[in-house]
């Protein structure tokens, strides 16, 4: 069965929130993050866009990842050092610390690869510089975000 985004748009926009906060878990009290007891690639989606967050979580959902997701800078943070998660998609501008001040924090402790989700197309030499693993000028098709899940998440050759 194939969706538009379109037409899966429009039916997101219809769910009530609590079928779409089962897409994205976001605290521990909804959650095991210490474990990953299903062996699903862990993916920590942090925007501040509602609509993006759900559509995406139901994306990766359905290609076989578990999504946690945070709705700020600071959240995105706490849930990258907690929920041990395998690959950070981030979105630069967000209420608080943007995007690029939470790669730069995470950076001191962490080298999850990062895909930056952004609007702004000039700052792609900036975000490498930072530390990401990609980048995602938005509008973005999402398949060309799963493949690019897909490719950093692939252990290098030889291993």
């Not at 990842?65 to 967000?94: F, H, W």
């Not at 939470?102 to 702004?120: D, G, H, Q």
């Amino acid at each position: 069965l194939f969706f538009s985004c379109s037409i899966l748009g429009r039916y997101l926009q219809g769910l009530t929130f609590g079928v779409i906060s089962r897409l994205c878990w976001a605290g521990k009290d909804l959650f095991d993050l210490e474990v990953n007891k299903d062996g699903k690639k862990r993916v920590l989606l942090v925007d501040d866009e509602d609509r993006i967050v759900n559509f995406l979580a139901l994306k990766l959902k359905v290609s076989g990842y578990q999504v946690i997701c945070a709705n700020d800078g600071e959240k995105g943070l706490e849930l990258a050092r907690t929920a041990s998660p395998d690959i950070l998609l981030l979105d630069v501008i967000m209420p608080g610390i943007d995007g690029l001040e939470v790669l730069r924090r995470l950076r001191k402790f962490s080298n999850v690869p990062v895909i930056i989700l952004s609007a702004k197309e000039r700052i792609s030499e900036e975000v490498f510089a930072l530390g990401a693993n990609g980048f995602m000028s938005k509008p973005f098709n999402p398949d060309d975000l799963i493949s690019e899940v897909k490719t950093l998440l692939q252990p290098p050759l030889g291993k």
